[in-house]
């Protein structure tokens, strides 16, 4: 057991644990390729276009969606994925264990609306 008195490295400092943080790194990026996948398979298909036949992005996205749905929207994920979790997991653990050795602390600014600060209430 460690003295009180010594101080705790890094890794130990890490409010999650590493796993957790890695893990935690790996969901968000997941959830955010998930969400921004489909704008990368239309930015694809409307660079592919032909200058004189090129359509909008929009209309890009309904001829995609009436040519095979919507799961044509996510074809190719789950290699786009392997690509993106071990990135995002790394990224996210790298970025809390530097903010720890380099005792940066974490501050939210709140500025909270005044009373007299010219609004009127709606009461």
């Known amino acids: 057991m460690k003295q009180q008195s010594e101080e705790l490295s ?11 943080t890695l893990v935690y790194g790996a969901i968000a990026g997941c959830c955010s390729e998930v969400a921004t996948y489909p704008f990368e398979v239309v930015r694809r298909h409307f660079q592919m276009q032909v200058q004189a036949t090129k359509i909008s992005a929009l209309a ?4 995609l969606v009436k040519q095979g749905g919507v799961p044509v929207l996510y074809a190719g994920l789950t290699p786009s994925l392997l690509q993106v979790l071990p990135s995002a997991a790394i990224s996210y653990f790298v970025y809390k264990f530097m903010k720890i050795v380099l005792k940066v602390e974490s501050t939210c600014i709140v500025n909270p609306i005044k009373k ?3 609004f009127a209430s709606a009461s």
């Open 10 to 20: 890094a890794l130990e400092q890490l409010e999650l644990g590493p796993l957790r």
């Open 60 to 63: 890009t996205t309904v001829k």
């Open 116 to 118: 007299n600060s010219g």
